[in-house]
Structures are given as structure tokens and as C-alpha cells.
């Protein structure tokens, strides 16, 4: 491609916001006249609806490769004009719960390379929208192949947050001692309004020797824009936030800085947190959860599972990256290990981050284990451990960051799991899957292919973008469930956000779902408190309110005997429910 046109790509954990700042960068060029080809680079096909009127696209290139097949004409038919003349394509992915979530990445790349459309189109700007975990290739595509010269990575100064920031920089110096061009611009910090947030990550962007090119403040009116089906930069343009997203895409247009970064060790993360954050806050308050909307279940379970009675449950926490699911499943395991149950607590996810507050590190992993060769029975048991409460805990892992498939670990451990019958061997009563947020992959399918899954909560919050990622996974459980796997979904787990009237939005979505809403958590600064300590909430403060709230979703979750088939809603149908409680 033409050396004239600058790629940018935007990374960093899923639910920081990419896709947000990455529709308003592009809305603030176009408003200079500049010509910006946004692409999305998720199997969610969403990362373009704020500049489309709050769409999500008719037309996406791995669809259209399968229909049509790889033509040039075809590629353009995908491209639609949005807000300001941006013009807008998704990569997309394949059929939920199948094939490689990064094909459409790799597919749509090879395309715009080879057909040179975005000369042809006189682009000038193209900024790629990238799903959350680049530790998978097809996701890293952007970075390998030369296509993203500039990486920004979004961040905020929240743990996770942070790990998954170092994360991507481990794969951008790996991938430039291979050669790729790929270079680091900054960070952008979408904060989240912990302690001393913008000291703390000034200090941690030095320690990488990068810089920070924005501070971004939480603001409702980022999801009041959003509810109106576009960006700040359109929706509310003489807001202060839009200032600061304009100041933003101007850093990055006179940015001179392209650099290699210096990861951290985990160890220097914790200590980095812990020296800004560790600081005497009283608890969050806890808002008393109404009870869900009585429903009658479309499919319940044949025997009555209030007690294991010794029998083993297998339950799955599936939802939108960020959204939680680590912090839920380890404060469930602990409760439930009080309770008496034998758990054992599975991390599907590459980052290995699922078992991190549950043993305070991270923990060696199934595929670690099988880079050094085949395993056995033994091999297998080196990398199951037992923690607090007499919890069991076991990582799948990943390859190494920037190659291989994200989804490789997560099969090949469940595999070894059901050949050497450990679950059985170890006398779990409670089998707990912690898998990683976007199921249209096949490999993060698995725990629901494969019957591991029976009993899938689906954690969400009020924000639009994250239902329309829980409805995708709702999609998930009923095409498997219509072929015959052990699959079905026990209800929705609202992770508050604080949002207004979040908990009438989700009860809405859940209940023309078909589904209930097991609990509503309330966000808690106690939380962020505990993971500082590398605890889970139920071990670092036990008669804290919000272990009580843990511990009364686990209650409710031992007590459950029915799961269901969901109904998918349609697109329409999320956005009306958002856009009767905006503004309220």
C-alpha cells in the first residue's frame, strides 16, 4: 500500500472502549476533511455502528467471501459510507460457535492489499478497530503483516486493564525482533475512575517508554451519544468530551513518536497499582437488587439440582470481554467452596488471568505444559492446583502473544480434562468454565459443543454494545442446543456499570429473552480493592457487603434447577429498550 496512507491500529482489552474512541477519532478526521476508511477487525460486526447511525453493517467481507467468494467487487459492495464521509467495512467472522474468529481479519487484509482500494478510494487515514486479545494471529494479522505501521493501545488503570495493555506489548516487541514493522504510538487512557488514575498510568506508559496521547474522563454522555445511535463528535459536539477526542485524533495526527515497548513483569504491575491505589476507601454503597421478572422457563432440567448430592455441575460464565467474568467465578468458587462444595474453577481464556485472584499470581497452564511435549496423567496434575477453601484451579492458556490460535489451549485442556476423567478423579461436585468473552470461535465454543457447558450464565450490564454481544452468545446456546449439545442457559447476571435505570433495561432484555435475572451486582470499589491484594472480594473482605452479594449469587446458583432455551432479539429490538430510558 501506498506509503501516503497511515494505518493505525486500536488495541487493548475487550470493554475498554476501542470501538468508541476508535468512531470518534475517525469522526474528528473526516470533520478535517480527511479521507478514513474505518474497519472493524471483530467477528461482533459493531465496531462501525456509531458512524452508521447507530447500524451495525448489511454486508460484511467474511459473509461476503462465503457467498460470492473473494472478488474485488464484492470487497466493495461492503464498504458503506458513514457519518462525515467515513467509509465503513467489517471483517466480520464465521457462524457463531464455529471456525476461526480471526479468518475475516486475515481475509479482509489480504483483500484490501491486493486489490489496492484504498488507493483507489484516495484514503488517507485507516484505522482498525481490533477485537480485544491480540495473544491469537488472526487478531495480530494487522500487526504482522505491515498493514497497522501505529498501534494505540486503549487502557485504564484498573488491573486487567493494565495486564492486557503489557500483554499487547509483549506481542509488538516479539513481533519486532521478527522483523514486522509494527511500532507503538501510545496510550490512550479510557479511565475508569480509580485512585489516582492519571499519575498511575503516566507512570506506567514511562516504565513501557511510550507515551500517553489522551486522558479520557468516564462521561454519561459517551453512552447517551451511543443511545442515540452515534458519537460524541456528532451527537454532542460542543461537549467538553468531544474536545478531548479532538485533541486526541489531532496528538495522533502530529504524533512523531513510533517506538518499541519495554513490557513490565506482573510483579512490577501489582506494585505499581498497589503504591498509587492502596489507599483507606470506605466501600461502594450497595443498592438493595430488585427481584427479576417472574418468568416461566421455555426449557428446565429433568432432576432437581438445589444440592449437588455429590454429582457434578457444569457451569459456564460466557459474556462481552471486560465485562467481569474472572472476578464473578473466582468470588462464586470461594463461596461456594465455604459452602462445602469441591470446585474446581477452569480458565479458558489465553491471557490465564481466571485463577489469578483465587492463588495470587498467575498459574502455569495446560498449553505450557504442552509446548515442552505430550501429556499424560501426571503432566496434566502438575498444572492443577489447589488454593484456598480447598478450591481446584487449572489455566488452558495460549500461545505465545501475536501467534497461533487463541482457541487451541482452551480444546486441548478440556480434551485432557474428560480423557484422564479428573474432574471425577478429584470428586468436584462444581466444575466452573471461566471462558473468554466472544464465542463466535469455535475453540471458545467448546465448553458448550462439548457438554461442558449444561449450565451457561451469561454476565452483561446495561451498556448497548454489551447486549448486543450477550444476544450474539444467546444465538450461541440455541444453534447448539437445536443440534443436539448438553447446552442451555440458567439466566443473566447483570455487572452493573451504574448506569441510569440499568436495571430496568436488562430486566427488559432478559425477559424477552425468555430468561431471568439471576442477580444484579452492584459496582463496588471494593472489588478493584481485593484484586490489589490479588484476593477474591470473599477472601480479603469477608463481611464486606459486596461478599455478601457473592456469596448470594452463589447461593442462588447452587439452589438453580432450571436452565433455558433464549430467544435472540433483533437489533431493533436492544435499541428500542435503550432508547426508552435515555435521557431519563
Not at 304 to 313: D, F, I, P, Q, V
Not at 358 to 364: T, V
Amino acid at each position: 500500500m501506498s506509503s501516503r496512507i497511515r494505518q493505525i491500529a486500536i488495541y487493548g482489552k475487550g470493554g475498554i472502549g476501542k470501538s468508541t474512541i476508535a468512531s470518534n477519532i475517525s469522526a474528528t478526521l473526516a470533520e478535517k476533511g480527511l479521507k478514513v476508511f474505518q474497519m472493524g477487525c471483530s467477528p461482533k460486526i459493531d465496531s462501525t455502528s456509531l458512524l452508521n447511525r447507530g447500524n451495525i453493517l448489511e454486508q460484511d467481507i467474511l459473509t461476503k467471501i462465503r457467498t460470492v467468494g473473494a472478488t474485488r467487487d464484492g470487497f466493495k459492495e461492503c464498504i458503506v459510507e458513514g457519518y462525515g464521509g467515513v467509509l465503513l467495512a467489517e471483517s466480520g467472522g464465521p457462524e457463531p460457535a464455529t471456525g476461526c474468529a480471526g479468518k475475516g481479519v486475515s481475509h479482509a487484509l489480504d483483500i484490501l492489499a491486493r486489490t489496492r482500494l484504498l488507493e483507489e478510494l484516495r484514503v488517507e487515514f485507516v484505522i482498525y478497530d481490533v477485537i480485544g486479545d491480540v495473544v491469537c494471529g488472526g487478531f495480530a494479522q494487522p500487526m504482522r503483516s505491515g498493514y497497522a505501521q501505529e498501534i494505540y493501545i486503549a487502557s485504564s488503570g484498573e488491573l486487567m486493564s493494565i495486564y492486557s495493555a503489557n500483554n499487547i506489548c509483549i506481542a509488538i516487541k516479539e513481533l519486532s525482533s521478527q522483523g514486522a514493522s509494527v511500532r507503538v504510538g501510545g496510550l490512550i487512557n479510557n479511565m475508569r475512575g480509580v485512585p489516582k488514575e492519571g499519575e498511575l498510568m503516566k507512570e506506567f506508559a514511562q516504565r513501557l517508554n511510550i507515551p500517553i496521547l489522551a486522558n479520557i474522563p468516564r462521561d454519561k454522555i459517551v453512552q447517551e451519544a451511543e443511545a442515540e445511535g452515534g458519537t460524541v463528535i456528532e451527537k454532542r459536539p460542543d461537549s467538553a468530551q468531544a474536545f478531548i477526542y479532538r485533541e486526541l485524533a489531532e496528538n495522533i495526527i502530529n504524533n512523531t513518536f513510533l517506538g518499541i515497548p519495554t513490557p513490565l513483569e506482573l510483579d512490577d504491575i501489582l506494585g505499581l497499582l498497589r503504591r498509587y491505589q492502596e489507599v483507606e476507601r470506605a466501600p461502594s454503597p450497595i443498592m438493595k437488587p430488585e427481584p427479576s421478572i417472574p418468568i416461566s422457563p421455555l426449557q428446565s432440567s429433568t432432576a432437581s439440582r438445589k444440592a449437588t448430592n455429590g454429582l457434578l455441575r457444569k457451569v459456564a460464565f460466557y459474556g462481552k470481554g471486560g465485562i467481569g467474568k474472572s472476578t464473578i467465578a473466582a468470588n462464586i468458587s470461594t463461596a461456594l467452596g465455604q459452602m462445602g462444595e469441591r470446585v474446581m474453577q477452569v480458565g479458558c481464556d489465553p491471557k490465564r488471568d481466571s485463577l489469578f485472584t483465587l492463588f495470587g499470581r498467575l498459574m502455569p497452564t495446560v498449553l505450557d505444559e504442552l509446548r515442552k511435549g505430550p501429556m499424560n496423567r501426571d503432566s496434566l496434575k502438575g498444572v492443577i492446583h489447589q488454593g484456598a477453601n480447598g478450591i481446584w484451579g487449572v489455566e488452558s492458556g495460549g500461545p505465545r502473544p501475536g501467534v497461533g490460535c487463541a482457541g487451541g489451549g482452551v480444546m486441548e485442556a478440556l480434551r485432557l480434562l474428560e480423557e484422564y476423567r479428573i474432574f471425577e478423579e478429584y470428586n468436584i461436585t462444581f466444575a466452573l468454565f471461566d471462558v473468554l468473552g466472544d464465542v463466535v470461535c469455535g475453540g471458545f465454543a467448546q465448553p458448550m459443543r462439548a457438554g461442558y457447558a449444561q449450565e451457561v450464565y451469561i454476565i452483561t450490564c446495561g451498556e448497548m454494545l454489551t447486549l448486543l454481544q450477550i444476544n450474539n452468545i444467546a444465538k450461541s446456546i440455541k444453534k447448539l442446543a437445536e443440534r443436539g449439545s448438553e447446552c442451555a442457559c440458567a439466566g443473566l447476571i447483570n455487572n452493573m456499570r451504574g448506569l441510569p435505570h440499568e436495571e430496568q433495561i436488562v430486566e427488559e432484555v432478559a425477559a424477552l429473552m425468555g430468561l431471568p435475572v439471576v442477580m444484579h451486582i452492584p459496582r463496588s470499589s471494593t472489588v478493584q480493592d481485593a484484586e490489589l491484594q490479588a484476593k477474591t472480594v470473599a477472601e480479603a473482605f469477608p463481611d464486606s457487603p459486596q461478599a455478601q452479594v457473592y456469596k448470594n449469587l452463589a447461593q442462588r446458583i447452587l439452589n438453580n434447577d432450571k436452565t433455558y432455551i433464549p430467544k435472540p432479539l433483533t437489533m431493533e429490538e436492544i435499541k428500542s429498550i435503550i432508547s426508552k430510558y435515555a435521557g431519563n
